[in-house]
């Protein structure tokens, strides 16, 4: 490849387009690092700046050969496709799977969405670039606090259950199943001498006898200690 290519009159508009790229997935991942997520500043930088080099890569990087061969027909849209779908990998990465209790699962989505932004970036919309990360921005922040407000407004129907082996717990949560109780919520927490602690969250709108739910977990065996919050 000559030196000229260089050199050429669409550097200029390259290099914006990567910092821009840049700027736009780096304030995406400065969030998730305040946060302390596993994928923060860095990682959502790379992956903007990746996907947004591989567009102009479909755009620019085979001009040169297209106008030598005028019979060849590129599509820039092949390219791009791949990063969308191999950044589900990355996203993966990120997702924490510990008993019944998933996590990671925003972390990956935005390192989802910061690809498709570089890709935008790299295909020249800008105001459209800068409207998605806002659009992030008042999600993964604004949102998720008035969630947890949501959530603390809520009246809880929630159960801590300490058993003492991991077969218990199915046994335990056949309880609620025989009394027909609709489970919003589960984790299983691992204890100290192959103890299991068992936090279920009930639906509040549900009308049962608890006194007979929590006579008839405590009859199970194994169970150690239990507590109801509501």
Same mark, same amino acid.
């Not at 840049?22 to 996907?51: C, D, P, W, Y």
């Not at 479909?58 to 990063?83: C, K, N, W």
């Not at 990465?93 to 790299?122: D, E, P, Q, R, Y």
């Given at each position: 490849m000559h030196w000229s290519y260089f050199f050429h009159d669409d550097i200029v508009l390259i290099i914006f387009r990567l910092c821009f790229a840049l700027v736009l997935s780096g304030l995406i991942g400065f969030e998730r690092e305040i946060k302390n997520q596993s994928a923060g500043f860095r990682t959502h930088i790379l992956v903007g700046v990746g996907a947004c080099l591989m567009m102009l890569l479909s755009l620019y990087g085979f001009t040169e050969f297209m106008s030598l061969h005028e019979q060849v027909r590129f599509d820039p849209a092949r390219i791009p496709s791949y990063v969308i779908s191999g950044i589900g990998f990355l996203g993966a990465g990120t997702i924490m799977v510990n008993g019944l209790t998933i996590k990671g699962l925003t972390t990956a989505a935005s390192i989802?969405?910061? %690809? $498709?932004?570089?890709?935008? !970036?790299? %295909?020249?919309?800008?105001?459209? $670039?800068?409207?998605?990360?806002?659009? !992030?921005?008042?999600?993964? %922040?604004?949102?998720?606090?008035?969630?947890?407000?949501?959530?603390?407004?809520?009246?809880?129907?929630?159960?801590?259950?300490?058993?003492?082996?991991? $077969?218990?717990?199915?046994?335990?949560?056949?309880?609620? +199943? +025989?009394?027909?109780?609709?489970?919003?919520?589960? +984790?299983?927490?691992?204890?100290? +001498?192959?103890?299991?602690?068992l936090l279920v969250e009930v639906s509040p709108s549900q009308s049962y006898d608890r006194t007979l739910v929590i006579s008839r977990i405590s009859e199970q065996e194994g169970v150690m200690k239990m507590t109801h919050y509501i």
């Amino acid at each position: 490849m000559h030196w000229s290519y260089f050199f050429h009159d669409d550097i200029v508009l390259i290099i914006f387009r990567l910092c821009f790229a840049l700027v736009l997935s780096g304030l995406i991942g400065f969030e998730r690092e305040i946060k302390n997520q596993s994928a923060g500043f860095r990682t959502h930088i790379l992956v903007g700046v990746g996907a947004c080099l591989m567009m102009l890569l479909s755009l620019y990087g085979f001009t040169e050969f297209m106008s030598l061969h005028e019979q060849v027909r590129f599509d820039p849209a092949r390219i791009p496709s791949y990063v969308i779908s191999g950044i589900g990998f990355l996203g993966a990465g990120t997702i924490m799977v510990n008993g019944l209790t998933i996590k990671g699962l925003t972390t990956a989505a935005s390192i989802w969405t910061v %690809a $498709a932004i570089g890709l935008v !970036v790299g %295909a020249g919309l800008y105001d459209v $670039a800068t409207f998605t990360t806002l659009v !992030v921005l008042t999600s993964l %922040a604004f949102l998720n606090r008035m969630e947890k407000h949501k959530v603390r407004g809520k009246r809880k129907n929630s159960y801590s259950i300490t058993v003492r082996g991991s $077969a218990r717990v199915h046994r335990v949560l056949s309880v609620f +199943e +025989e009394f027909q109780l609709t489970i919003q919520k589960v +984790e299983v927490l691992s204890l100290p +001498e192959s103890q299991k602690k068992l936090l279920v969250e009930v639906s509040p709108s549900q009308s049962y006898d608890r006194t007979l739910v929590i006579s008839r977990i405590s009859e199970q065996e194994g169970v150690m200690k239990m507590t109801h919050y509501i």
